[in-house]
């Protein structure tokens, strides 16, 4: 049995010349499919994932909640996620996915659990009809206030760098 803590193991997102290029490129790849989407060249599969919310209650010792975030994704869909502030659980429940990040591509079938890392952004694609679950710490119970708490609108409001052409460090 392989047991692992403490922060030596979980990745750290940086302002690397290949980090940031990903950064660039997966903004530029998701501004193209919604692009083709508004123009009805590639049909909007999001509705065909669909979501469930499940809150645990508020913990007084801790002050905070866990909130759990599964959703079924369709064989062959493409999803660009979100920048995730923290790092957070991940469960593929069923299925097998191919993910690419900053930190590079890997290969998720269920069942399986990981870590995902602060400062995330992902492309995921349905090798086959996939639960995924996402589970994060929340003081609040309110979808609008949780995804504010838990999601970045940009790379820049986590200092992180989403152009190649900002100044990055070596």
């Known amino acids: 049995m392989k047991v692992t803590y403490g922060p030596e193991f979980f990745a750290i ?11 660039q490129n997966i903004l530029t790849v998701q501004e193209g499919m ?16 669909t979501l469930t919310h499940t809150f645990s209650p508020m913990h007084e010792e801790y002050g905070c909640r866990t909130y759990a975030r599964q959703m079924f994704i369709p064989q062959g869909t493409l999803i660009i996620g979100k920048i995730h502030r923290h790092q957070h659980l991940n469960f593929i429940m069923q299925g097998k996915v191919s993910v690419s990040t900053e930190f590079g ?4 079938e269920a069942p399986c659990t990981f ?7 992902r492309a995921v694609y349905a090798e086959e009809d996939t639960i995924w679950v996402t589970v994060h710490m929340t003081k609040h119970s309110e979808l609008d206030a949780i995804e504010s708490e838990l999601i970045s609108p940009t ?16």
């Open 115 to 121: 870590v995902s890392e602060e400062g995330l952004k």
């Open 34 to 49: 919604q692009k083709m989407i508004a123009d009805g060249d590639m049909p909007d599969r999001l509705p065909d994932c």
């Open 155 to 170: 790379y820049d409001e986590m200092g992180l760098l989403g152009d190649i052409t900002e100044k990055v460090a070596a």
């Open 13 to 23: 997102a940086k302002n690397t010349p290949s980090k940031v290029k990903f950064r």
């Open 105 to 108: 591509k890997k290969y998720f």
